[in-house]
Nanobody, 117 residues
Framework: QLVESGGGSVQAGGSLTLSCAAT????????MGWYRQAPGRQRELVAT???????????SVKGRFTISRGNVRGNGKNTVYLRMNGLKPDDTAVYYC?????????WGQGTQVTVSS
């Protein structure tokens, strides 16, 4: 399962860091990422990172958010982080972690991020 943490409430311009750790799953995740879903909207991609370290970001978060992963050779190999700077009210959503390996997708339970103006 995936265990997420780090959500919360901040004012516009503030920062938060989300983390997501895979537990009870053997092997190394190939792609890890973050998605978000705001009320009344579809779930959307925020950012992804591959085992090789290649990253991809939604245009709306480029330059503000940074995705990273733990040490690929250590215990943190299946941990992914999302550093969020310059948060805006439009970033308010439930953020979900997704990790994929061998054709199987694992989803976290979601963590709420609320940005007030």
């Amino acid at each position: 399962q995936l265990v997420e943490s780090g959500g919360g409430s901040v004012q516009a311009g503030g920062s938060l860091t989300l983390s997501c750790a895979a537990t009870g799953i053997s092997g190394t995740m190939i792609v890890m990422g973050w998605y978000r879903q705001a009320p009344g909207r579809q779930r959307e991609l925020v950012a992804t990172i591959t085992h090789a370290g290649s990253t991809n970001y939604a245009d709306s978060v480029k330059g503000r958010f940074t995705i990273s992963r733990g040490n690929v050779r250590g215990n943190g190999k299946n941990t992914v982080y999302l550093r969020m700077n310059g948060l805006k009210p439009d970033d308010t959503a439930v953020y979900y972690c997704k990790q994929s390996r061998m054709g199987t997708d694992y989803w976290g339970q979601g963590t709420q991020v609320t940005v007030s103006s």
